[in-house]
């Protein structure tokens, strides 16, 4: 199973309250994670990836940080939420194969910033 | 600046009717193209994943087409359901000269419904 777990599915926080999403995933040991963001009306965007535990690397300069404390999980956080940070987010994985590193997306969390 | 296009932003047709969505992009060097479903509140599943060297691929009723010569791909949805209704992602990516850096590029999607 490349089963990817996110928790949790929704959130409603106050602006100026710290954020701690979770991902985990089962099957294949050492993939690739990805957190992505999904705001209304706009592409994905690539926030974080990592490829190895404690192996993290940002893409987008923001008040988000991100961790991978163990091999399967991949930890999204913020010590302040603004209210731009609402939206839809997405942890993908990618295991090595030959056809381009298909990427899996986990069930998603909404979050609200209010 | 790497770039993709879909149209139409958002589309209704009849179930049981034909329909096609394009996806324009700028995205180069190119690896591969991919078309993923989401529905409303969840993540995205992927469809199909071509190469540059494919030109169709086939995932039931759902068909690509890949041109990789004008830069453009299609969906085509056949014999469409009211399960068919979500959004349409194409989503192209570089060539992969670091695993796990592909900097994939999305586009907004087509939002498609489907009415009895």
């Known amino acids: 199973s490349q089963t990817i777990h996110q928790w949790p599915a929704t959130l409603v926080q106050p602006v100026g309250s710290p954020l701690s999403l979770e991902c985990t995933v089962e099957?294949?040991?050492?993939?690739?994670l990805y957190w992505y963001r999904q705001a209304a009306g706009r592409g994905l965007q690539l926030l974080f990836y990592s490829v190895g535990i404690g192996q993290i690397s940002s893409e987008v300069p923001q008040n988000l940080s991100a961790s991978r404390p163990q091999d399967r999980q991949f930890i999204l956080s913020s010590k302040k939420l603004l209210l731009s940070d609402s939206g839809f987010y997405l942890c993908a994985r990618a295991d090595r194969q030959t056809t381009g590193y298909e990427q899996y997306f986990g069930p998603g969390t909404r979050l609200t910033v209010t | 600046k790497n770039q993709v296009e879909q149209s139409p932003q958002s589309l209704i047709i009849l179930e049981g009717k034909n329909c096609t969505l394009q996806?324009?992009?700028?995205?180069?060097?190119?690896?591969?193209l991919r078309w993923y479903k989401q529905d409303t509140g969840r993540g995205p599943v992927s469809l199909t994943i071509?190469?540059?060297?494919?030109n169709t691929k086939s995932n039931g009723r759902y068909t690509a087409t890949l041109d990789a010569d004008t830069k453009q791909s299609s969906l085509h949805i056949t014999a469409s359901q009211l399960s068919d209704s979500a959004s349409y992602i194409c989503v192209v990516s570089p060539s992969a000269t670091n695993f796990g850096n592909e900097k994939l590029t999305f586009g907004t999607g087509t939002r498609l419904t489907i009415i009895p």
């Open positions: 996806c324009n992009y700028t995205v180069s060097p190119f690896s591969n």
């Open positions: 071509m190469t540059f060297s494919e």
């Open positions: 099957g294949t040991s050492n993939p690739n």
